[in-house]
């Protein structure tokens, strides 16, 4: 059976970019710097998730970059400002899907999509599981949290529940940051037990 091409899947239309790309910009956030605080936001994703790979992801106006990363620069050795793993194209990757859709994803084995299967990132770093939320700013989305394990994850309800509180965190660190005078980190505070 053959789908007609409105039924295959694609790279998602990016219908908010000049929108995003004003508020990232309004924001602060165009930059292609590392930002340590990010970084930090990363690592602490990836503990809590208990997974190898963690990441916050902007889309830019022509690519995404992971403004914070976990393992981050540093800790692989990287000068991070030349780093490989944290600038790509728009159409590598899942975050992108998470972005245009404005809704968490789960994937808890990529390869069972035929549309991830054959990403360059599956292959690169070997990834079999993700899980991203978008970084929702009112009615834009400026990029995703995501973690990226290399085994078969089940996300479930409450790895979903999760991810889309850590990126509404962070949301509100990043607007209140904006604001002057407020001098609030970017560092998540810790799930109330």
Known sequence: MT????????????RDVHRRTARLRELDLLSEDPNPEFDE???????????????VNII???????????????????????????VMSCDSGFCIYATARMHALALDEVN?????????????????????????????ALGTVAVIDTKTREWGADGIAYIK?????LMRKIERRARPGDGSGLVPDRPES
């Open 41 to 55: 936001f990363a690592a602490a994703l990836a503990k809590d998730l208990d997974t190898p790979i963690a990441g």
């Open 60 to 86: 830019g106006p022509e690519r995404q970059f992971f403004a914070g990363i976990y393992p981050s620069s540093e800790e692989r050795g990287v000068d991070p400002k030349n780093d490989p793993f944290r």
């Open 165 to 169: 509180s850590r990126a509404a965190e």
């Open 112 to 140: 069972d999509y035929h549309i991830f299967a054959g990403n360059p990132v599956v292959d690169a770093i070997g990834v079999r599981s993700y899980l991203g939320a978008p970084l929702i700013d009112g009615t834009v």
């Open 3 to 14: 789908l007609s091409p409105a039924f295959r899947f694609v790279t998602p239309v990016d």
